[in-house]
């Protein structure tokens, strides 16, 4: 199993930037591909990103302005949002599962393990 912890957070102007972190604890991170997820108000859980040990996926929303990374040496999975849109605005998970034949997968029930989510708020 692996416990996720997300952090990073916040209020920021539209056109600004944030960087959400995802510390995970438990033992071999390194097999888990691990993903973001949103969910803004009244609106369903969407797929943000993922990655594996160097492969990496995005939704088209955020592609070319979000970047996913992990550094399996501290057990950890960021997400730098860059040019941030009011249209962000969303609690963030994180989720992870372990990598398997398909590994980057978009939807939320491919996740068994979630993270308590952090908020990103994003003003016009």
């Known amino acids: 199993q692996v416990q996720l912890v997300e952090s990073g957070g916040g209020l920021v102007q539209a056109g600004g930037s944030l960087r959400l972190s995802c510390v995970a604890s438990g033992r071999s991170f390194g097999n888990y591909a691990m993903g973001w997820f949103r969910q803004a108000p009244g609106k369903e859980r969407e797929f943000v990103a993922a990655i594996t040990w160097s492969a990496t996926r995005y939704a088209d929303s955020v592609k070319d302005r979000f970047t996913i990374s992990r550094d399996n040496t501290k057990n950890t999975v960021a997400l730098q949002m860059n040019s941030l849109k009011p249209e962000d605005t969303a609690v963030y998970y994180c989720?992870?599962?372990?990598?398997?034949?398909?590994?980057?997968?978009?939807?939320?029930?491919?996740?068994?393990?979630w993270g308590q989510g952090t908020q990103v708020t994003v003003s016009s």
């Open positions: 989720a992870a599962r372990l990598i398997g034949l398909s590994p980057l997968r978009v939807g939320s029930s491919d996740y068994p393990y």
